[in-house]
């Protein structure tokens, strides 16, 4: 119920815009977990003369491209959520989405960064190649569960993007009405007894008569 009304508040601009991250996030995280089933096994790997060669996996491009969906997802809501930092108001709901909107920016660019590295550094650890580790005599894979986590991180990077997008939204919203005409400020009504009453004429107890 409380997404639905969260929805309901975006405009048609706002529903895209989250639209399009959520995709792109899940897509990531599909590939992800693709490249988790895809990745490069110990028991794969062969030692030719001392060399540890890998052979050819299909987690290179997915997780590649898992890489570049989550950051897709990344610039799309940064660019469009805009800057909240000049923002400057007391009301207490205000605030609250000020102080939202940025919990949540700095949280995505945190899994966002460790799924990015996760996802880059794994694919590059299944490309095809030779690598001579005679100094520590083992050959490196990559260990269960790194796509994995980085598909679930790739997902957490998408949620706390829309709902920073959300938030920005409308901490702007809100500025944006309360410098409208008709607001509490301008439809304040005030007695006489706040200003006290005014005649365009002197009162005659002003002066003495003659």
């Given at each position: 119920m409380a997404v639905k009304n969260w929805v309901s508040r975006l405009d048609s601009k706002g529903k895209i815009v989250c639209s399009l991250v959520v995709a792109l996030s899940v897509f990531s995280a599909i590939l992800g977990f693709s490249a988790e089933g895809e990745r490069v096994r110990p028991d794969e790997v062969r030692r030719v003369n001392g060399a540890c060669t890998y052979p050819k996996s299909s987690a290179l491009g997915l997780g590649i491209s898992a890489a570049l969906f989550l950051l897709?997802?990344?610039?799309?809501?940064?660019?469009?959520?805009?800057?909240?930092?000049?923002?400057?108001?007391?009301?207490?709901?205000?605030?609250?989405?000020?102080?939202?909107?940025?919990?949540?920016?700095?949280?995505?660019?945190?899994?966002?960064?460790?799924?990015?590295?996760?996802?880059?550094?794994?694919?590059?650890?299944?490309?095809?190649?030779?690598d001579d580790h005679w100094f520590t005599g083992q050959c490196f894979v990559v260990k269960r569960g790194v796509f994995a986590g980085a598909a679930v991180l790739s997902l957490a990077t998408g949620a706390l993007g829309v709902l920073y997008y959300f938030a920005a939204s409308e901490t702007r919203k809100q500025d944006w009405q309360s410098h409208q005409p008709g607001g509490v400020t301008m439809g304040q009504s005030y007695g006489a007894h706040q200003?006290?009453?005014?005649?365009?004429?002197?009162?005659?107890?002003?002066?003495?008569?003659i």
């Open positions: 897709a997802a990344q610039v799309l809501v940064n660019v469009f959520g805009g800057c909240i930092c000049c923002e400057r108001r007391s009301s207490s709901s205000f605030v609250s989405m000020i102080r939202l909107a940025t919990l949540s920016l700095i949280a995505s660019w945190i899994t966002f960064f460790f799924a990015f590295i996760l996802l880059v550094v794994g694919a590059s650890l299944n490309q095809r190649h030779q200003f006290g009453s005014y005649s365009p004429y002197p009162q005659s107890s002003q002066f003495p008569s």
